[in-house]
């Protein structure tokens, strides 16, 4: 699978649009989540791991924000659960035109079928796992509580929501220290200064993170028994809530 490195925001732009996963984005999106997300590649890793241990026979698994579908390969090749399929949606054509063509190359015993729609349009039943990798905090926030209380409602008893987000700490000196930390980490990974500013700035408007506590608090409101801290680094954190 052909993909390229990352250089959207290494040249200055007079003005920065809002970030979209469109045809440029998903070129380098490999290039480009391994080099901004912190434990990016031991979180795809062990989220198959976690589908060893909760996928469902005949139940189904659903990848919220597939993108080029990373999580889906990983829980396939991790399981051989009979009659368990994966459903990989994402509402960018350009990322599920390329899930497609990715998962196609790397088949496996556990079909993945790739839809492109919005997650807020999935019905959702039948789940013993559903995945969100960095998904919900591209969603307005005023709708999030209703889309966990569908996955809520879509999961079969003890089943299990993987979120992994991008979180804000609640106090502005601790946030702040987070920020710089994932900033160096970026730095380290090759990225400039100019890269790092415009793409803070596309993302302002798009990517409105929660903390920790906010997202505990919307998994219990939408029924789950337990929410469980597995993986945090810097400002990104991902959690099992089970049902
Ligand atoms: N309403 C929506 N409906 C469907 N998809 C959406 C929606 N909003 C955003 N997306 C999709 O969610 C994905 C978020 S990236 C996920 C990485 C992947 N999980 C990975 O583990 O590699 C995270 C990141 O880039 O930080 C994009 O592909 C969007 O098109
Ligand atoms: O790059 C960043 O600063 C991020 O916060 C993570 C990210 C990774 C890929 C697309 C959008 C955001």
């Known amino acids: 699978m052909s993909s390229s490195k990352d250089a959207i925001y290494s040249r ?21 989540i391994q080099r901004s997300v912190p434990g990016y590649a031991t979180i795809v890793d062990a989220i198959g791991q976690m589908a060893g241990r909760y996928a469902g026979a005949d139940s189904l698994i659903y990848d919220l924000g597939c993108s080029l579908g990373a999580v ?18 994402d509402n960018s054509q350009a990322m599920a035109e390329r899930c497609r063509r990715h998962v196609q190359t790397f088949r496996s015993d556990t079909p993945i079928e790739v839809v492109c729609e919005d997650l807020q349009n999935i019905p959702i039943s039948n789940a013993s796992m559903i995945l969100m ?5 591209f969603i ?9 209380d569908k996955i809520y409602q879509g999961l079969n ?18 946030n702040e220290l987070l920020v710089e930390l994932h900033h160096e980490f970026k730095r380290r990974n090759g990225y400039s ?12 408007n ?14 219990r409101q ?6 469980i801290l597995w993986f945090k680094c810097f400002n990104f954190a991902s959690m099992v809530a089970i049902k």
């Open 140 to 148: 307005e926030p005023g709708q999030r509580q209703a889309i966990l």
């Open 206 to 219: 798009v990517m409105r993170t929660d903390s920790f506590k906010e997202h505990e608090e919307r998994l």
């Open 133 to 137: 990798n960095f998904t919900l905090q």
């Open 193 to 204: 200064e100019l890269e790092i500013s415009q793409k803070r700035t596309a993302l302002e």
């Open 12 to 32: 200055p732009l007079d003005q920065v649009a809002d970030f979209r996963f469109d045809e440029h984005v998903a070129e380098v999106f490999p290039d480009m």
């Open 72 to 89: 889906s390969l990983a829980v396939s090749r991790y399981i051989q659960t009979p009659g368990c399929r994966i459903i990989a949606v």
């Open 157 to 174: 008893p003890g089943g299990v929501l993987v979120l992994s987000e991008k979180i804000r700490h609640p106090t502005e000196a601790g």
């Open 222 to 227: 939408a029924g789950f028994s337990d929410v």
